[in-house]
């Protein structure tokens, strides 16, 4: 599936509409520039399943935990790895074997790491907004 996003806004709706779609588990991997949206994306996913709290980047936490109405999600951003290896000392089997949805960002960072994933959602620019590609993993 495609769709073209030309504001925040639209983002956000598009985040709000994968909660009720997204099973759980989910690993859901995404892809995109610096400031493509990925985090509003994700943050509009837990306002939609009635998160209030403050939603931030994992970029140095790496992980962020949330549970909405007894829905583990976990949100990673792997950007500053500097090795896959990094996945095994953050306990990265453990968080993927919970009974959650997990979205990552900057996947390729954990190549060797990481299973496959059931969902790829990527973001680019195009014009004023942005394109979504979202596709299930095939092979699952």
């Not at 504001?7 to 997204?22: I, M, N, V, Y």
């Not at 919970?98 to 014009?127: H, M, N, R």
Request: proline fraction near 7%; include cysteine.
């Amino acid at each position: 599936m495609q769709r073209f996003l030309p504001d925040t806004e639209a983002t956000e709706q598009f985040g709000a509409e994968l909660w009720p779609l997204l099973p759980c588990p989910s690993l859901v991997f995404l892809y995109g520039d610096l400031g493509a949206g990925k985090t509003t994306l994700v943050r509009a996913y837990l306002r939609a399943g009635g998160f209030t709290g403050a939603v931030k980047s994992p970029t140095y936490t790496l992980v962020e935990e949330y549970t909405i109405n007894g829905r583990k999600v976990f949100h990673f951003d792997l950007y500053r790895l500097a090795e896959p290896e990094e996945l095994e000392w953050i306990g990265i089997r453990d968080y993927l074997s919970q009974d959650s949805v997990c979205f990552i960002e900057w996947p390729d960072k954990g190549d060797g790491f990481l299973p496959a994933p059931d969902f790829t959602l990527s973001l680019s620019a195009e014009g004023g907004g942005r394109r979504l590609a979202l596709e299930p993993d095939v092979n699952r």
